[in-house]
Nanobody, 120 residues
Framework: QVLLVESGGGLVQPGGSLRLSCAAP???????????MTWHRQGPGNEREMVAS???????TYADSVKGRFTISRDNSRKKMYLQMDSLKPEDTAVYYC???????????WGQGTQVTVGS
């Protein structure tokens, strides 16, 4: 298991931007770099859904609902992953979670989540 800590959530107006961070403070480069990192969210009354992913070779995927607005990235030297969220909409309101999948162990680790609220 990997300890993951999210930060950067908050209240933002529609059309605004936020940048979420996910840190793995106890990981080292050689254990962080191979991980597939993902962002998920769970809005009120909704199931948790995957928003974006970035693999160990920096390939990215996005949910259709966020394509063109969100950008996922990672910095292995800092053991961090980011989610730049632009043109935010009220329907983006959710608790956002980061996760790390280890192909070596077959396990997924989760962060505690950070609240994002889009509204006036």
């Amino acid at each position: 298991q990997v300890l993951l800590v999210e930060s950067g959530g908050g209240l933002v107006q529609p059309g605004g931007s936020l940048r979420l961070s996910c840190a793995a403070p106890r990981a080292i480069f050689s254990t962080f770099a191979p991980l597939t990192m993902t962002w998920h969210r769970q809005g009120p009354g909704n199931e948790r859904e995957m928003v974006a992913s970035v693999t160990s070779d920096f390939s990215t995927t996005y949910a259709d609902s966020v394509k063109g607005r969100f950008t996922i990235s990672r910095d292995n030297s800092r053991k961090k992953m980011y989610l730049q969220m632009d043109s935010l909409k009220p329907e983006d309101t959710a608790v956002y979670y980061c996760a790390a999948f280890s192909r070596e162990s077959g396990t997924t680790s989760w962060g505690q989540g950070t609240q994002v609220t889009v509204g006036s």
